[in-house]
Nanobody, 125 residues
Framework: QAQLVESGGGLVQAGGSLRLSCLASGSIFSINTMGWYRQTPGKQRELVAEISSGGSTNHQDAVKGRFTISRDNAKNTVYLQMKSLKPEDPGVYYC???????????????????WGQGTQVTVSS
């Protein structure tokens, strides 16, 4: 089995910075794309940024130039550096790992997508 655990959320003033981290743990052989999603009350979860295993990135237009996604494949970790935070940035940020190849307890290999539990980001004005 694989698990994703996020960290780094919290309360920050507008204009401030936060760095989110997401560690994928378990008997993992490989991970394809990793990404960060944001969800606010009453809205669907939306993609903020994603990064391929080769390092190609895609950032939502609203965060370009302020947020940067990166990953450390050796550590199965993805980061989201958030700068110049705005009042419209808050929400629960979820990490997602696509096409994770892992060994389950039964000894067989599986491929599946996984989500983290989410970390709250709050921006005060």
């Amino acid at each position: 089995q694989a698990q994703l655990v996020e960290s780094g959320g919290g309360l920050v003033q507008a204009g401030g910075s936060l760095r989110l981290s997401c560690l994928a743990s378990g008997s993992i052989f490989s991970i394809n794309t990793m990404g960060w999603y944001r969800q606010t009350p009453g809205k669907q979860r939306e993609l903020v940024a994603e990064i391929s295993s080769g390092g190609s990135t895609n950032h939502q237009d609203a965060v370009k130039g302020r947020f940067t996604i990166s990953r450390d494949n050796a550590k199965n970790t993805v980061y989201l550096q958030m700068k110049s935070l705005k009042p419209e940035d808050p929400g629960v940020y979820y990490c997602k790992a696509d096409q994770v190849t892992y060994r389950s307890r039964d000894g067989y290999r599986y491929v599946a997508d996984f989500w983290g539990q989410g970390t709250q980001v709050t921006v005060s004005s």
